[in-house]
Nanobody, 119 residues
């Protein structure tokens, strides 16, 4: 059974930091790309950051220079370090695992963790 469990969300003031974790089980972790997506109320879900099995990372323009995605293959965990948070970063953040060769496939999703940034 595949499981993705997010943690680390919460309430933070603008300019603050949070680190999200995505713990993955039930798949060969090293073969999967892991992405962090977010969805704010009334908005479409967007891909925030993606890390491939080899470590290459991509970021949405809106978070470049503020967010850093990393992975620990020994712990089957992906992290999203979020610095200089802004109110517009408020959303539910979810992680997705999909094969590195085809991240666009359906993949597996976690339940999500709420991030709220106050002004």
């Amino acid at each position: 059974q595949v499981q993705l469990v997010e943690s680390g969300g919460g309430l933070v003031q603008a300019g603050g930091s949070l680190r999200l974790s995505c713990a993955v089980s039930g798949i060969t972790f090293s073969r999967y790309a892991i992405g962090w997506h977010r969805q704010a109320p009334g908005k479409q879900r967007e891909l925030v950051a993606l890390i491939y099995s080899g470590g290459t990372a991509n970021y949405a323009d809106s978070v470049k220079g503020r967010f850093t995605i990393s992975r620990d293959n020994a712990k089957n965990t992906v992290y999203l370090q979020m610095n200089n948070l802004k109110p517009e970063d408020t959303a539910t953040y979810s992680c997705k695992a999909a094969p590195s060769v085809n991240y666009g496939s359906d993949g597996y999703w976690g339940q999500g963790t709420q991030v709220t940034v106050s002004s």
